[in-house]
C-alpha cells in the first residue's frame, strides 16, 4: 500500500505526520491550535495565496480554478469552500485538512495545500484534466463495462488505502468524486474524517440525488458498508447512463437498449415484499426518492447487455442489509474484479478519457 513517504512534488515544507508525532506532542499541538488564527494553521499544510495563480474557471458554479505553482509549474486544482469561521468548525476542518495532507496513494487525489481567502478556504488539489465521472458520462452517455472495470479497482483500492492505512472512511463515494486524467489514472477525491469539511462543502447531499446507504436515511451509524453502497450505486450509474433511483424498469431498458421488452431480462428480483414504486418515477419528489432507497427494491441490471461478472459485483454490493453486503476484501476476490486487477495497461482508457476531454455534454 503505502510507502510512508508522502508526495512533495512543490518541496514544501511538510508538518509531521501522526507517526511522527509523541503523543504527549499531539496533546500540546492541538491545545496550542485552538488560540492559533486559521490563516496560520493553513500555512503549516504548506501553500499559500501569492503562491498560485489563477488560469482558467472550470466545472459549475465557479467550484473549481485551475491554478499552478508560480515557483515550480506544478498545475493544480483549487477548490472554494465556503465557511462561517466558527472555532469549532476551524479546528475540525484544520484536522481533516491535515489528514489529506498525509495522504500517499496511486488511487487518492494529491493535496497541496490550503489558505483563507476572503473568509473561505481554498483547498489546493491534484489537477485531473479528465475531470469526474459524472461529467464524463454527459458527455459519452454510457460507459463500456471495461471500463467500469478499471474504475472499480482503482475505487476499491482507493477505500481500502483509506480505510486501512488512513483509518477513515470515504462518506461521499459518488460519479462527482471519482477523477480521471488523460494518462488513464482513476483517482478519489472530497473525502473528510468526520463529513464535517463534506458538509460544508455541501457535497453530502444536494437537491435530486442520494447515494446514501438505506440504513444511513433510517438513522444508522455510517460504516464501510455504507461506503460500499454508494460505490455500488455508482457503478450502476456509469453502466446505464442515468441516477439508479428508482431502479429501471423492464420497459425503460428496453427503451434504453432499442429492444422489445421480451428481450430484457433481468437478474434475480430483490424487491421488497408490498412495495408500490412511485406513480411517475422521472418527477419523483425527494420524500419518494429517500423512501425509495430505503422501502424499495434497489437497481439490478439486464443479463442480456452486461455479463454475469458485473452482474454479480454490484448486486454483492447493493444488498439493502449492511451485514449481507459485500466487504472490501471480498471485493477483491471477486472474479470480476480481478480480471481488471491484473491488467496494469492504462492506454486504452487513457485514450477515452483524451477523446472525451474536448467532447460537449450530451445533456446540459
Not at 442480456?304 to 459485483?313: A, K, L, P, S, W
Request: charged fraction near 25%; glycine fraction near 6%.
Amino acid at each position: 500500500m503505502s510507502s510512508g513517504k508522502r508526495r512533495n512534488p512543490l518541496g514544501l515544507s511538510l508538518p509531521p505526520t501522526v507517526n511522527e508525532q509523541s503523543e504527549s506532542g499531539e496533546a500540546a499541538a492541538e491545545e496550542a491550535t485552538a488560540t492559533v488564527p486559521l490563516e496560520e494553521q493553513l500555512k503549516k499544510l504548506g501553500l499559500t495565496e501569492p503562491q498560485t495563480q489563477r488560469l482558467s474557471e472550470f466545472l459549475q458554479a465557479k467550484e473549481g480554478i485551475k491554478c499552478v505553482h508560480k515557483k515550480t509549474g506544478v498545475i493544480m486544482a483549487r477548490k472554494l469552500v465556503h465557511l462561517e469561521i466558527k472555532p469549532s468548525v476551524r479546528q475540525q476542518i484544520v484536522k481533516e485538512l491535515a489528514v489529506l495532507h498525509k495522504c500517499n496513494s496511486p488511487f487518492i487525489v494529491g493535496f497541496y495545500g490550503a489558505f483563507v481567502d476572503n473568509n473561505d478556504i481554498s483547498i489546493c488539489m491534484e489537477y485531473m484534466d479528465g475531470l469526474s465521472l459524472d461529467i464524463v458520462l454527459k458527455k459519452v452517455g454510457r460507459l463500456p463495462e471495461k471500463f467500469v472495470g478499471r474504475i472499480s479497482v482503482a475505487v476499491v483500492r482507493g477505500l481500502t488505502y483509506l480505510k486501512d492505512e488512513i483509518k477513515i472512511l470515504h462518506r461521499d463515494v459518488k460519479p462527482s468524486n471519482m477523477l480521471v486524467n488523460s494518462n488513464g489514472e482513476i483517482k478519489l477525491c472530497d473525502f473528510g474524517v468526520s463529513g464535517m469539511l463534506i458538509d460544508s462543502m455541501a457535497n453530502s447531499f444536494v437537491g435530486t440525488r442520494s447515494y446514501m446507504a438505506p440504513e444511513r436515511l433510517t438513522g444508522s451509524h455510517y460504516t464501510i458498508s455504507s461506503d460500499i453502497w454508494s460505490f455500488g450505486l455508482s457503478l450502476v450509474e456509469l453502466l446505464i447512463g442515468r441516477y439508479p433511483v428508482p431502479a429501471p424498469s423492464q420497459a425503460e431498458y428496453a427503451s434504453m437498449f432499442n429492444v422489445s421488452e421480451n428481450e430484457i431480462e433481468l437478474a434475480d428480483s430483490l424487491e421488497e415484499p408490498n412495495y408500490h414504486p412511485p406513480s411517475n418515477p422521472a418527477s419523483m419528489a425527494i420524500f419518494e426518492m429517500l423512501d425509495y432507497i430505503v422501502n424499495g427494491p434497489p437497481p439490478t441490471l439486464p443479463k442480456r447487455f452486461f455479463t454475469d461478472e458485473v452482474i454479480g459485483f454490484v448486486s454483492k454490493c447493493l444488498r439493502k442489509l449492511p451485514s449481507e453486503r459485500a466487504t472490501l476484501k471480498s471485493l477483491t476476490s471477486d472474479v470480476f474484479f480481478t480480471q481488471y486487477a491484473d491488467n496494469d495497461d492504462q492506454g486504452e482508457f487513457a485514450d477515452f478519457v483524451k477523446a472525451t476531454i474536448n467532447l460537449p455534454k450530451l445533456n446540459p
